[in-house]
């Protein structure tokens, strides 16, 4: 797997067992906290892993921080979420690059594996499938209303455990399951990663609008006028591809386009299993993960909103 597909990472084939999962991802601060901070980069970083159907076995840190302006006792914490994470994981940090810059970045370049034969791709969607989300939509818009003091600290703490979780047990229990597609709900938002599918696959998707899980306060923060820098641009990338069948004021579309962060996976499985693997998901503590959609037959536009 190479740049052919938009894919959450590369995949390279080493033998007939063993495929090496390469990817890297580092964010800015979306919380003060700097523990908290690390948790989720490092989770953010992981997940691509796992939406490739892998295992991650070792990472590396990146990191970019003011150390003329910000205590080392900051880069420690950092440092430290991340490093439970990935040990969370079941992985090892093996070593990482710094460098002195202007505002903190933390992530994690992780190499993980795959049998080449079960590796998962978000292009192999079937005519029928069922689709799953395994975690709430609103991150973006959240982080923001934190930082501009239209949502209290004490409010936004009470997500990040959710927002912070691996997507490990999830992927480890879809692949009990017939997954024909799998990808991670990451910056281009809901329907940037619905759309990738749907063209990957040459399919049409349907979604359903109030089945779509939230975290709580996201569209309330919509609602007071709150965004992100993100939504223009996500919006755009859909443009001619996004169909909305019903009506919506614009603050419920912008819940479509709002970026996550460490974001759930979004599984197209076999429709006589999706019951079972909701069952299985939410008895095992995912509690969000919800079915959202459909795949049908179609072109042009690829993603329905219902």
């Known amino acids: 797997m190479g740049f052919e597909t938009s894919d959450d990472a590369a995949v390279y084939r080493m033998t007939d067992d063993i495929a090496f999962i390469s990817t890297a991802d580092f964010i800015t601060p979306p919380v003060d906290d700097p523990y908290w901070f690390g948790q989720i980069a490092a989770a953010n970083a992981l997940s691509d892993v796992y939406a490739m159907g892998g295992k991650p076995c070792t990472a590396l840190n990146l990191v970019m921080f003011p150390s003329k302006q910000l205590d080392i006792g900051v880069l420690k914490e950092i440092l430290r979420g991340g490093y439970d994470k990935v040990f969370e994981a079941g992985a090892s940090i093996a070593g990482g690059h710094s460098v002195d810059d202007n505002e903190p970045k933390y992530g994690l370049a992780v190499t993980g594996i795959v049998h080449p034969g079960k590796i998962l791709t978000n292009c192999r969607a079937r005519e029928g499938d069922v689709l799953i989300l395994t975690k709430p939509l609103g ?150 993960a919800t079915r959202i959609g459909e795949v049908v037959a179609g072109a042009q536009p690829h993603v329905w909103v219902v």
């Open 139 to 288: 991150t973006g818009v959240l982080f923001n209303a934190c930082r501009s003091g239209k949502l209290p600290w004490r409010d936004l703490e009470l997500i990040l455990p959710e927002v912070a979780s691996l997507n490990k047990k999830a992927i480890e229990l879809a692949l009990g399951f017939h997954i024909h597609a799998c990808t991670d709900i990451t910056g281009f938002g809901m329907i940037g990663h619905a759309l990738e599918m749907a063209r990957g696959s040459g399919l049409r998707i349907n979604l359903f609008y109030d089945k779509l899980p939230l975290y709580p306060n996201a569209l309330p923060m919509y609602q007071k006028g709150e965004t992100t820098g993100s939504n223009k641009a996500n919006r755009k990338l859909a443009d001619g591809d996004l169909k909305l069948e019903r009506r919506l004021s614009r603050e419920e579309e912008e819940i479509l386009f709002d970026p996550q962060t460490s974001g759930g996976l979004l599984l197209s499985v076999l429709a006589a299993e999706a019951e079972q693997l909701l069952t299985t998901l939410n008895k095992a503590g995912i509690s969000s």
